[in-house]
């Protein structure tokens, strides 16, 4: 064993008589890399918040390399190199790179500034890591994946050695999640010691030496990543068996939606180009591409918010015309959105605010321009009960939802419809396992009511769970369909590099 | 530590924040008070005096409130959409002089039945316009309505004071820029014999409940907050986002207009370029003051008008420099500012 830098010595904290973490111990050593693994709720964001003194522990201590962190101080953990890169990232959009790696540590007395030599350290800390962006870009004008390296990149230039990282991979598409583990990995390799925190099984097992995992504020178990396995893992993390729902064989009927080389231009950009598929009831056809692709774009298209620039879409075999969102909720399209917390829900709104808004203007929930709020409330009230929304009522603020009962919400207003097309975009993107399973058996029972679903995805797993058939979406151009059973990951895996492409020439 | 919404505000809490804020602005202007040499007990006791002991001054305090309760929904209403509309000031002024050109130019002697309701119209078209061009230069261009609503606060004033020195003044004002009035029929019946205050207060407080009832009931008001909250998830549910805003801030700058509009036809019955001791800024102060609720902003209105009368008349009894009075206000504004972020946010560690 390595040398410990870390100790985590039996730490706890309540909120109210919620024990968020119930004395938890733990260590980390050298140039380790640890996942700390839960679902939502578990606690791991508060213990991560306790350990860079975000947070005042009830009990217990922590100590960096032997010598106890003074508790509720940041500086202190910085200073004692401990650098967090949060959920939320906590950066200014309106300063650039340098400027927001630099704030916080210029001294405000100082007259000259810093800016030369914060500069060259970041160039050569950006050199050493591979994590290349350009100090003088506004930071708005990053990706998020981007911004992640720039949040990174402050930790370090704070000369952290303890880098925790929460969530890095909720917000990032595949590629980005990649490209950020093999960073990890090589910090480990130069000596950093690393914790990140996860409910993916498959990122935790590629990447962490140790996983640890908590459950409901307390830690059920620690492992060697090499001397464990996925479903162990998701065993102890959930607490009981969860299965992923399987496809049941089933008669798909006749086609509903159709497009016939259809593009789409975006700032004089072809976003998708002649792309042509056919959607029958009863069947999940599944889209998958890497992110920048086209998804998005396709998502927006059939939702309602984009339009077409040319090319024919048949809707219940008749040809139309650029569908308003309110066409196309009207013509019983349900929409599951990619972006949950901005476009699927208003967080600072009520919850059967969100159930209805797409449906304000539907005479049962307003009549003269008046919002009819029991009717509202009761339809709220019944997706709550049918769809297993758990954390609040109708009253409550959206945003106080985890993640999976926000999408159970968004999911339940659509289904509660019983549309006869279903357009989910990433309707599992960060969610943890056990509501990954529940969108999962939502999706397939629409599916066998009859529902005609386009699943557009970029996770393997989930499009070869759920798809009838697949066509990969790679540059704006769309494959052609290959029937689910007939297909593995690998060859998936190449119809997402465009290799269908060379055979069609 | 860090600050966090709180979900449920104790009753308590609601009342006793307040009441705290007026305590510690009173002690913290007492410091002055007593430095100026005055007793610092009675000069509290003449703030209360000052704005409600006669029928005059209780009156005088109403009527102050007035342009205060419409410039503060005026920014409520706006800033609840997003719409960042610090131009209340410049379309107060405009809906003042649009009244004070088409009252005295073009209606001559029209009953008050038809000239009243027709230059309220007037007033608040006027301020709709001013708080529309920058809404458009947003829609269109993404140009901050920050920036251009403030800055047409002042053309908006110097425009007034071309007008009141030029075309529409008042040739009988011994030369100073005051702009013709309009005329006696014209002017808003009084609420009150033998005082200033007039039917705007009664408009003012119908309209808030007015703008209540629309916001917490109407498809409207569920849009157009959708829209302030999250333009992203307001397009994906189909909330049309320039539509809903442009009429926001037609309501809006209507409001600001017609709060000048009624300063006119309800006090002044002419313009002035002192006409607005900052009501539309005020008006902003209001609406944070009030949690942006309509409701919230006619008493926000009332303290603010209260304080500003009150400590007037305690700086005129006690013979104490008036600049000590506009501390007390801007103490009691600030610490009623942080007394609403306490009851709404907890602080967490
Ligand atoms: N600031 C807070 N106030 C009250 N409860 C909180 C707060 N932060 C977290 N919690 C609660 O503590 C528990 C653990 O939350 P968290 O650490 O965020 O979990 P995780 O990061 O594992 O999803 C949850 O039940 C959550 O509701
Ligand atoms: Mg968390």
């Given at each position: 064993?390595t040398?410990t830098?870390?100790?985590?010595?039996?730490?706890?904290?309540?909120?109210g008589?919620?024990?968020a973490?119930?004395?938890?111990?733990?260590?980390?050593?050298?140039?380790?890399?640890?996942?700390?693994l839960?679902?939502?709720?578990?606690?791991?964001?508060?213990?991560?918040?306790?350990?860079?003194?975000?947070?005042?522990?009830?009990e217990?201590?922590?100590?960096?390399?032997?010598?106890?962190?003074?508790?509720g101080?940041?500086?202190?953990?910085?200073h004692?190199?401990?650098?967090?890169?949060?959920?939320?990232?906590?950066?200014?959009?309106?300063?650039?790179?340098?400027?927001n790696?630099?704030?916080?540590t210029?001294?405000?007395?100082?007259?000259?500034?810093?800016?030369?030599?914060?500069?060259a350290?970041?160039?050569s800390?950006?050199?050493?890591?591979?994590?290349?962006?350009?100090?003088?870009?506004?930071l708005?004008d990053?990706?998020?994946g981007?911004?992640?390296?720039?949040e990174?990149?402050?930790?370090l230039?704070?000369?952290?050695?303890?880098?925790?990282?929460?969530e890095?991979?909720?917000?990032?598409?595949?590629?980005?999640?990649?490209?950020?583990?093999?960073?990890?990995?090589?910090?480990?390799?130069?000596g950093?010691?690393?914790i990140?925190?996860?409910?993916k099984?498959?990122?935790?097992?590629?990447?962490?030496?140790?996983?640890?995992?908590?459950?409901?504020?307390?830690l059920?178990?620690?492992r060697?990543?090499?001397?464990?396995?996925?479903?162990?893992?998701?065993?102890?993390?959930?607490?009981?068996?969860?299965a992923?729902?399987?496809?049941?064989?089933?008669?798909?009927g006749?086609?509903?939606?159709?497009?016939?080389?259809?593009?789409?231009?975006v700032?004089?950009?072809?976003?998708?180009?002649?792309?042509?598929?056919?959607?029958?009831?009863?069947?999940?056809?599944?889209?998958?591409?890497?992110?920048?692709?086209?998804?998005?774009?396709?998502?927006r298209?059939?939702?309602?918010?984009?339009?077409?620039?040319?090319?024919?879409?048949?809707?219940?075999?008749?040809?139309?015309?650029?569908?308003?969102?309110?066409?196309?909720?009207?013509?019983?399209?349900?929409?599951?959105?990619?972006?949950?917390?901005?476009?699927?829900?208003?967080?600072?709104?009520?919850?059967?605010?969100?159930?209805?808004?797409?449906?304000?203007?539907?005479?049962?929930?307003?009549?003269?321009?008046?919002?009819?709020?029991?009717?509202?409330v009761?339809f709220?009230?019944?997706?709550?009960?049918?769809?297993?929304v758990r954390?609040?009522?109708?009253?409550?603020?959206?945003?106080?939802?985890?993640?999976?009962?926000?999408?159970?919400?968004?999911l339940?207003?659509?289904?509660?419809?019983?549309?006869?097309?279903?357009?989910?975009?990433?309707?599992?993107?960060?969610?943890?396992?056990?509501?990954?399973?529940?969108?999962?058996?939502?999706?397939?029972?629409?599916?066998?009511?009859?529902?005609?679903v386009?699943?557009?995805?970029?996770?393997l797993?989930e499009v070869?769970?759920?798809?009838?058939?697949?066509?990969?979406?790679?540059?704006?151009?769309?494959?052609?369909?290959?029937?689910?059973?007939?297909?593995?990951?690998?060859?998936?895996?190449?119809?997402?590099?465009?290799?269908?492409?060379?055979e069609?020439? | 530590?860090?600050?966090?919404?709180?979900?449920?505000?104790?009753?308590?809490?609601?009342?006793?924040?307040?009441?705290?804020?007026i305590?510690?602005a009173?002690?913290?202007?007492?410091?002055?008070?007593a430095?100026?040499?005055?007793?610092?007990?009675?000069?509290y006791?003449?703030?209360l005096?000052?704005?409600?002991?006669?029928?005059?001054?209780a009156?005088e305090?109403l009527t102050r409130?007035?342009?205060?309760?419409?410039?503060?929904?005026?920014?409520?209403?706006?800033?609840?959409?997003?719409?960042?509309?610090?131009?209340?000031?410049?379309?107060?002024?405009?809906?003042a002089?649009?009244?004070?050109?088409?009252?005295?130019q073009?209606?001559?002697?029209a009953p008050?039945?038809?000239?009243?309701?027709?230059?309220?119209i007037t007033?608040?078209?006027a301020?709709?316009?001013?708080?529309?061009?920058?809404?458009?230069?947003?829609?269109k261009?993404?140009?901050?309505?920050v920036?251009?609503?403030?800055?047409l606060?002042f053309?908006?004033?110097?425009?007034?004071?071309?007008?009141?020195?030029?075309?529409?003044k008042?040739p009988?004002?011994?030369?100073?820029?005051?702009?013709?009035a309009?005329?006696d029929?014209?002017?808003?019946?009084?609420?009150?014999?033998?005082?200033?205050?007039h039917w705007?207060f009664?408009?003012?407080?119908?309209?808030?409940?007015?703008?209540?009832?629309?916001?917490?009931?109407?498809?409207?008001g569920?849009?157009?907050?959708a829209?302030?909250?999250?333009?992203?998830?307001?397009?994906?549910?189909?909330?049309?986002l320039?539509?809903t805003?442009?009429?926001?801030?037609?309501?809006?700058?209507?409001l600001?207009?017609?709060?000048?509009?009624?300063?006119?036809?309800?006090?002044?019955?002419?313009?002035t370029?002192?006409?607005?001791?900052?009501?539309?800024?005020?008006?902003?102060?209001?609406?944070?003051l009030?949690?942006?609720?309509?409701?919230?902003?006619?008493?926000?209105?009332?303290?603010?008008?209260?304080m500003?009368?009150?400590?007037?008349?305690?700086?005129?009894a006690l013979?104490?420099?008036?600049?000590?009075?506009?501390?007390?206000?801007?103490?009691?504004?600030?610490t009623?500012?942080?007394?609403?972020f306490?009851?709404q946010?907890r602080?967490?560690?």
């Open positions: 064993m040398e830098v870390l100790e985590i010595d039996r730490v706890s904290k309540s909120f008589d919620n024990k973490n119930d004395a938890i111990s733990m260590t980390l050593g050298k140039g380790e890399i640890v996942a700390l839960g679902e939502n709720g578990a606690g791991k964001t508060t213990l991560m918040s306790i350990l860079f003194g975000h947070y005042m522990p009830d217990g201590c922590i100590r960096v390399h032997g010598v106890d962190l003074p508790p101080k940041p500086r202190a953990a910085i004692a190199g401990i650098g967090m890169v949060h959920q939320h990232f906590s950066l200014a959009p309106n300063l650039t790179v340098l400027e790696v630099m704030t916080g210029e001294k405000l007395w100082s007259f000259r500034s810093e800016t030369g030599r914060a500069r350290k970041l160039k800390l950006a050199e050493r890591f591979g994590l290349a962006v350009d100090p003088d870009a506004r708005g990053l990706s998020i981007e911004q992640q390296r720039v990174i990149l402050k930790a230039y704070n000369d952290a050695r303890i880098l925790i990282l929460d890095p991979t909720a917000v990032l598409t595949n590629l980005e999640a990649e490209t950020l583990f093999a960073t990890l990995k090589e910090m480990a390799r130069q950093l010691s690393l990140f925190i996860s409910h099984l498959d990122e935790v097992m590629a990447t962490a030496d140790r996983v640890v995992v908590l459950r409901g504020g307390k059920v178990a620690e060697r990543s090499a001397e464990t396995s996925r479903d162990e893992l998701a065993e102890l993390m959930v607490g009981h068996r969860v992923r729902p399987v496809r049941e064989a089933h008669q798909r006749e086609p509903v939606l159709e497009a016939a080389a259809v593009s789409v231009r700032d004089g950009v072809d976003r998708l180009k002649e792309i042509s598929f056919r959607l029958h009831a009863g069947e999940v056809l599944g889209i998958i591409g890497v992110s920048g692709n086209g998804q998005t774009v396709l998502a298209l059939l939702s309602g918010t984009l339009a077409r620039s040319s090319g024919d879409i048949l809707l219940y075999g008749e040809a139309i015309g650029d569908l308003s969102v309110a066409d196309t909720v009207a013509a019983g399209i349900g929409r599951v959105p990619e972006d949950r917390t901005h476009e699927g829900a208003i967080g600072e709104m009520a919850v059967w605010e969100n159930a209805v808004l797409e449906r304000i203007d539907e005479p049962r929930f307003s009549r003269h321009g008046l919002v009819d709020r029991k009717a509202a009761a709220a009230d019944t997706i709550i009960r049918d769809f297993d954390g609040g009522g109708p009253l409550t603020r959206t945003r106080l939802l985890s993640g999976g009962n926000m999408q159970k919400l968004i339940g207003r659509n289904l509660a419809e019983r549309p006869r097309i279903l357009i989910a975009a990433q309707p599992a993107r960060g969610l943890d396992e056990g509501a990954v399973a529940a969108v999962h058996a939502r999706i397939l029972d629409a599916r066998k009511a009859g529902t005609a386009l699943l557009i995805s970029e996770d797993d070869i769970g759920l798809a009838d058939r697949i066509q990969a979406i790679v540059g704006g151009r769309l494959s052609p369909p290959v029937s689910a059973d007939e297909v593995d990951a690998r060859a998936l895996g190449l119809m997402m590099a465009g290799a269908w492409k060379k069609a020439a | 530590m860090r600050f966090e919404r709180r979900e449920h505000r104790p009753l308590a809490l609601v009342i006793l924040t307040p009441l705290l804020a305590a510690a009173l002690a913290l202007s007492g410091i002055l008070i430095a100026a040499g005055a007793p610092v007990l009675e000069a006791w003449r703030i005096v000052g704005a409600y002991g006669s029928r005059l001054s009156t305090t409130a007035t342009p205060l309760m419409l410039t503060g929904l005026a920014a409520a209403v706006a800033f609840r959409a997003r719409v960042w509309n610090i131009g209340g000031e410049g379309q107060f002024y405009l809906g002089i649009a009244v004070a050109a088409v009252g005295s073009l209606l001559g002697n008050g039945y038809l000239s009243i309701p027709l230059l309220l007033g608040a078209v301020g709709m316009i001013l708080l529309i061009i920058p809404l458009w230069l947003r829609l261009f993404s140009v901050d309505e920036v251009t609503s403030l800055l606060n053309v908006a004033v110097l425009v007034v004071s071309m007008l009141i020195d030029g075309p529409l008042d009988l004002a011994f030369g100073w820029p005051q702009s013709q309009v005329p029929v014209a002017m808003l019946p009084k609420l009150v014999f033998r005082s200033r205050l705007g009664g408009i003012a407080l119908i309209l808030a409940f007015v703008i209540h009832f629309a916001q917490s009931r109407t498809v409207f569920l849009k157009s907050r829209a302030g909250l999250s333009p992203e998830g307001a397009v994906f549910a189909g909330v049309p320039a539509r805003l442009l009429l926001v801030a037609c309501v809006s700058g209507g600001a207009g017609l709060a000048g509009a009624i300063e006119v036809m309800g006090v002044k019955g002419y313009v370029t002192d006409l607005s001791p900052g009501f539309g800024y005020s008006g902003i102060v209001v609406a944070m009030a949690g942006l609720h309509p409701l919230g902003v006619v008493l926000a209105a009332l303290f603010t008008a209260t500003f009368v009150g400590a007037d008349g305690m700086s005129r013979k104490i420099p008036s600049y000590i009075a506009d501390v007390t206000v801007a103490l009691s504004l600030i009623m500012l942080v007394a609403v306490f009851a946010y602080i967490r560690r």
